[in-house]
């Protein structure tokens, strides 16, 4: 029988930010906190930039987008967050949608799954993703659970089950 396999990837869908970034956009132009503030959020390039007259109502701003891609199952992990910083008159926050698993996070998910998975499951490092392969299903899944229990710095979703 062939092995069994999935992969570990760290994968953000584009549409659903940009959802979550509309439905952003449209709460601020409503809520009557935001009003008079020029509280903002738009796409600059790849990167995700939060304007607004005082540092609170920036980081009010963070945290409504935060919810709204909670609400689209978008992890939190996936977005980088900077500081509040002043720039001429108002507040700005810069975030970043972070894709694909670094190298060093691939290499610390294979020893994970090297040291406390079960023997017989293979971890190849495929470019920004993880390969992992066994001839048993149930490892497979087990090791699954095991990713899924640790608390790791990045997110991470299983695709190609197969």
């Known amino acids: 029988m062939a092995d069994s396999s999935f992969d570990i990837v760290s994968k953000v869908e584009r549409q659903e930010v940009d959802n979550a970034l ?15 503030v020029g509280a903002s959020i738009a796409w600059s390039g790849e990167k995700i930039e939060m304007r607004a007259n005082a540092e609170a109502r ?41 894709q694909g698993i670094s190298q060093e996070n691939a290499k610390k998910l294979a020893k994970i799954i090297r040291d406390e998975g079960p023997k017989g499951v293979k971890a190849q490092i495929q470019a920004d993703e993880l390969r992992v ?21 990045f997110a991470v979703q299983f695709v190609n089950y197969r």
């Open 22 to 36: 509309d439905q952003t956009a449209r709460e601020l132009a409503t809520r009557y906190d935001f009003k008079n």
């Open 58 to 98: 920036v980081n009010a701003v963070l945290d409504v987008f935060q919810s709204k891609l909670v609400k689209r199952g978008i992890s939190l992990k996936a977005l980088e967050a900077g500081e509040p910083q002043l720039s001429g008159k108002e507040y700005k926050i810069v975030a970043s949608i972070q």
């Open 133 to 153: 392969s066994s001839k048993s299903r149930d490892d497979l899944q087990s090791v699954i659970s095991l990713i899924k229990g640790k608390d790791l710095d």
